[in-house]
């Protein structure tokens, strides 16, 4: 499929596609996937929901405000100007966007895209190590923070300029955008223009930046939303997964936007607050890991959970348990669902009278999944192997050659273990790969390990994910102490502080155990699956 005419003046991104001969085939074989060659997925969004809805249908709910399409329209037009009057940003320059779930996030979001550029998101845990690696792959043209998250961003930023939000001053991103007029002509992109840059952690420690174009990001819409979960234009979305996971952004603003619907945002909050919030805001589809499902039955909060319509789970395996603990407290049927940010969101899954308990589901309309072997050849049905999928979304990386790894023979290979019955419904077996899924997060083995031997005390590390009943899995390392050093629970704490103080806090190990060597190869290669073999550890 020959790319089409880019608006990009900044071509960064169209030239640093991957050749088209490592993409993996795409499939627009649903009328929803026939998309016009020229599109602004900001354009299709917003302004024509505005324009065929009204701008007075709420759009985005706070604990204490609610703004409508129209404001958000508004203020997205306003923050375009900013970008592009004040600090000249040009179709296909890269901006940052580093903050929480809040409407000033979005209306970010919808700027960056209605003016033709690339929004490269950010998870806010990062800490300024981990963001100057995404700086240095992305090379954006200006930043934009929330004030609560700047100070790691700025010790990252170098010379690229940083707005703050929520200062007051008067370069603060709010006083800027309300002195500028409330209209925009939004950039007409390409609907194979790259407008999204997500990172992903990556095996080895670095980060891979995926690839989206304005056509993915209706496509997860007009399939996994359209067809499973089946939003309706009066629903009220929420959920906690952070904007800067695709998940989240899917979940919490696409999906609610493509059919006129709203979304509570919310900033933080425990899982009897978010049960609470279910209640007060009448919120009708909730995204949300598995953990948070069983904290919120722990709670107590089985009317909360009974009230909503439509409950949705991804980020993580959905234990079996869980889904019938659920149903037999509340009557409601958890979606699960299986997906990855180098496809954007979810591609298998099943809802109301399709969900089999303990199956992740069936391919979503417009997605083709397939178990294969370890040379790509597919296997009987009942046999485990490697999960294949394709559809509308397939994995880009950014200038990286690991995107011959994820891709093969046109299918994304998604690095997880499956299953497919009979029926073709897929049952999860477990990561095939070195990556940690705890509550959600995706956590690599090697860039924990990195971290970890930093510390002065320590000559190297080795870590992998436990089982765990409460996050699915949790960081473990196994750590060899220089000679001399006392291998005890104040050195554990110590090192687990250390990793907290220097990478996002959810990736510390949680458990540690102490080692004279690691287990390696004649070669010297860490041998990670015999680091299984030391799992009994200290720490919390």
């Known amino acids: 499929m020959a790319l089409t005419a880019t608006a990009h003046v900044d071509t960064y991104c169209r030239d640093n596609l991957?050749?088209?001969?490592?993409?993996?085939?795409?499939?627009?074989?649903?009328?929803?996937?026939?998309y016009p060659e020229r599109l602004n997925c900001a354009t299709a969004l917003?302004?024509?929901?505005?324009?065929a809805l009204g701008p007075n249908?709420?759009?985005?709910?706070?604990?204490?405000?609610?703004?409508?399409?129209?404001?958000?329209?508004?203020?997205s037009n306003q923050i375009a100007r900013v970008i592009t009057e004040d600090f000249g940003v040009v179709p296909g320059n890269r901006v940052l966007l580093r903050g929480s779930n809040n409407m000033w996030m979005v209306a970010c979001w919808f700027a960056v895209v209605k003016a033709g550029a690339v929004v490269v998101t950010t998870m806010p845990l990062l800490r300024a190590p981990e963001l100057r690696k995404l700086i240095a792959i992305t090379t954006p043209t200006v930043a934009i923070a929330d004030s609560a998250l700047a100070e790691e961003l700025l010790e990252a930023a170098g010379t690229i300029p940083v707005i703050t939000c929520g200062t007051n001053e008067?370069?603060?991103?709010?006083?800027?955008?309300?002195?500028?007029?409330?209209?925009?002509?939004?950039?007409?992109?390409?609907?194979?223009?790259?407008?999204?840059?997500?990172?992903?952690?990556?095996?080895?420690?670095?980060?891979?930046?995926?690839?989206?174009?304005?056509?993915?990001?209706?496509?997860?819409?007009?399939?996994?939303?359209?067809?499973?979960?089946?939003?309706?234009?009066?629903?009220?979305f929420t959920g906690t997964p952070p904007l800067a996971f695709t998940f989240g952004l899917g979940g919490l603003v696409i999906f609610p936007m493509r059919v006129g619907a709203s979304t509570l945002l919310i900033e933080r909050a425990t899982p009897s607050e978010l049960a609470d919030a279910l209640l007060e805001h009448h919120i009708s589809v909730l995204f949300t890991a598995p953990t948070a499902y069983r904290a919120m039955l722990r709670a107590g909060k089985d009317q909360a959970l009974r009230s909503v319509r439509r409950l949705v789970s991804a980020g993580e395996h959905l234990?079996?348990?869980?889904?019938?603990?659920?149903?037999?407290?509340?009557?409601?049927?958890?979606?699960?669902?299986?997906?990855?940010?180098?496809?954007?969101?979810?591609?298998?899954s099943a809802s109301d009278d399709d969900i089999r308990p303990g199956s992740t589901g069936r391919a979503v309309p417009g997605f083709r999944a397939e178990i294969h072997d370890?040379?790509?050849?597919?296997?009987?049905?009942?046999?485990?192997?490697?999960?294949?999928?394709?559809?509308?979304?397939?994995?880009?990386?950014?200038?990286?050659?690991?995107q011959t790894s994820y891709v093969r023979d046109g299918w994304n290979m998604t690095g997880d273990s499956y299953i497919r019955d009979s029926d073709g419904y897929f049952w999860y077996q477990a990561r095939s790969d070195d990556m940690i899924v705890s509550s959600g997060y995706n956590i690599a083995a090697p860039e924990v390990e990195w971290v970890i031997d930093q510390h002065p005390d320590v000559l190297e590390s080795g870590v992998i994910g436990l089982p765990d009943d409460e996050r699915g899995m949790?960081?473990?390392?196994?750590?060899?102490?220089?000679?001399?050093?006392?291998?005890?629970?104040?050195?554990?704490k110590e090192l687990q502080n250390f990793v907290k103080q220097t990478a996002a806090p959810y990736k510390y190990p949680r458990s540690i155990t102490f080692a004279d060597e690691l287990p390696k190869t004649p070669t010297g290669k860490l041998q990670r699956f015999r680091l299984h073999d030391c799992s009994t550890g200290a720490g919390s």
């Open 474 to 492: 949790v960081v473990h390392a196994i750590v060899v102490l220089a000679p001399g050093v006392p291998r005890d629970e104040a050195k554990v």
């Open 170 to 236: 008067s370069t603060d991103l709010h006083t800027r955008a309300s002195s500028k007029p409330d209209t925009f002509e939004n950039v007409d992109t390409a609907a194979d223009d790259v407008v999204l840059l997500a990172p992903t952690s990556g095996t080895t420690g670095v980060p891979k930046a995926t690839m989206h174009f304005h056509r993915d990001v209706l496509a997860n819409a007009d399939t996994f939303s359209k067809y499973i979960v089946k939003p309706t234009a009066d629903d009220i």
């Open 374 to 402: 370890i040379d790509g050849i597919p296997v009987p049905d009942g046999t485990a192997g490697l999960l294949a999928v394709k559809g509308p979304t397939g994995c880009r990386y950014l200038s990286d050659p690991r």
């Open 18 to 34: 991957p050749p088209e001969s490592q993409w993996p085939e795409f499939l627009f074989e649903l009328p929803d996937l026939q």
């Open 46 to 51: 917003l302004d024509d929901t505005v324009a």
């Open 319 to 348: 234990p079996e348990s869980v889904w019938r603990d659920v149903k037999e407290r509340t009557g409601k049927s958890i979606i699960d669902g299986i997906g990855g940010t180098e496809m954007l969101h979810v591609f298998i």
């Open 57 to 75: 249908r709420p759009c985005l709910r706070s604990q204490t405000s609610t703004w409508t399409y129209g404001d958000l329209l508004r203020h």
